[in-house]
């Protein structure tokens, strides 16, 4: 079994992680940046999940968050890329989870906070302040090994610098990813 401190370090380190993921998700959305065509958590067209009663808004973050990582397997096909939605992370693979573990909730905070968002400037903003909140990680690489993957440090080096890389984009999307050396 784990010690307290590991569980609670992997708790913060997994929920900063999704809050990032779905922020970016929702930056990506048809009605912001337009990077991928989900509008799961546009607000002006939350009917389209009525059906969902009490999970519409989970629903909504689970599009926008599959759009996401579809988004990126079609332009960055490349089985070494790391990206913020890369298997090789687990990031996506934890806000999934969450996701599923919400729906017996029906609602969560920050997906209401990320369906306010109606424009590029405030999701940017918000963005920002999120990354200016966490401890400065290391400057991440261009290149980085499985090894190096499995080190928290690492993982958090990455999550900032491919983060921020999103907050620089212009309309069109270019993926932020390092290269997983073999």
Do not use: C
């Not at 992997?10 to 999704?18: L, T």
Request: net charge negative; proline share 4%.
């Amino acid at each position: 079994m784990s010690s307290p401190t590991a569980e609670t370090s992997h708790d913060v380190e997994s929920m900063v992680a999704i809050r990032l993921v779905l922020g970016i998700s929702r930056l990506g959305e048809a009605d912001l940046a337009g990077w991928w065509s989900s509008q799961g958590l546009n607000p002006a067209v939350k009917f389209a999940l009525a059906g969902f009663r009490r999970t519409s808004s989970i629903v909504g973050a689970e599009l926008a968050l599959l759009s996401a990582v579809r988004r990126h397997q079609q332009v960055l096909p490349r089985a070494n890329a790391v990206h913020l939605f890369s298997p090789h992370l687990p990031f996506a693979r934890w806000t999934h989870a969450h996701l599923a573990e919400l729906k017996s909730i029906g609602t969560n905070e920050l997906v209401d906070e990320l369906r306010s968002w109606t424009t590029v400037d405030q999701a940017e903003r918000m963005l920002s302040e999120w990354i200016e909140a966490l401890t400065p990680a290391d400057e991440a690489g261009s290149t980085v090994t499985v090894d190096d993957l499995a080190a928290a440090e690492t993982r958090a080096a990455l999550l900032v610098h491919l983060t921020t890389r999103y907050l620089d984009q212009s309309s069109q999307l270019e993926i932020p990813y390092v290269d997983l050396a073999t």
